[in-house]
């Protein structure tokens, strides 16, 4: 069955320095999404890619879809301690069913 | 407010005493869906719903039940709960589950002894 990868699983980092999560699937998707949990909370979606190459940036975060789209990531510039939490990618195929399949989750500490 | 409603919070129990997890969204959602989440696991779909009366199960559906009488409800039913059940668990749902993003429940930490 369909199974999308992310890594890294945790990533520690310096406030001020820059995060990337990436995520890849074994088929090809439909589209993207990508989701931040913040410590105790629920899943929030922050942003969908639909095109080949698609590009989107929601102030200091980048995301960006793969010309196959089997492949994404989520660039962080300059984090900051408000990013901290656990970011999901998931991504949903084209067939019959288009289940969203999550990604194992990318957790963010920042350390001012 | 559009909001998904998980009820309750926390809950503790112990090994084979039955529980229900109550979900309800207010936004006439078609697609309703059960994950659990454990640590290192990420989210793992039980179940999910199409519409109403429509059920699917999802990666991890054993030891659980769930039904979809209406389209604003989607409880999620342990008949038999064992330890291997502790988790945390959440209800999303989403317009049509095609193409669109789901909204998440607040989530219910579940502990079975």
């Known amino acids: 069955g369909q199974q999308v990868m992310q890594i890294p699983q945790y990533q520690h980092v310096q406030e001020g320095e820059d995060f990337t999560t990436y995520c890849n699937s074994s088929?090809?998707?439909?589209?993207i999404q990508w989701y931040k949990q913040r410590p105790g909370g629920h899943p929030v979606f922050l942003i969908q890619l639909v095109k080949s190459g698609e590009v989107k940036k929601q102030k200091r975060l980048t995301f960006q879809f793969g010309e196959a789209k089997k492949n994404s990531s989520l660039h962080i510039t300059a984090t900051q301690t408000t990013d901290v939490g656990t970011y999901f990618c998931?991504?949903?195929?084209?067939?019959?069913?288009?289940?969203?399949?999550f990604g194992k989750g990318t957790k963010l500490s920042v350390k001012p | 407010e559009a909001q998904v409603t998980q009820n309750p919070r926390y809950l503790i129990t112990v090994t084979g005493k039955k529980l229900t997890v109550t979900c309800s969204q207010n936004m006439n959602h078609e697609y309703m869906s059960w994950y659990r989440q454990d640590p290192g696991l990420g989210l793992r779909q039980i179940y999910y719903?199409?519409?109403?009366?429509?059920?699917d199960k999802g990666d991890v559906p054993e030891g659980y039940k769930v039904s979809r009488k209406e389209k604003r409800n989607f409880p999620l039913i342990l008949e038999s709960p064992s330890p291997n059940q502790t988790s945390l668990y959440f209800c999303?749902?989403?317009?049509?589950?095609?193409?669109?993003?789901?909204?998440f429940g607040s989530g219910t930490q579940l502990s079975v002894l």
């Open positions: 998931a991504g949903q195929d084209g067939g019959s069913q288009g289940n969203l399949i």
């Open positions: 999303a749902s989403s317009s049509t589950g095609r193409n669109e993003k789901l909204f």
């Open positions: 088929t090809t998707l439909s589209n």
């Open positions: 719903s199409m519409n109403v009366e429509v059920t």
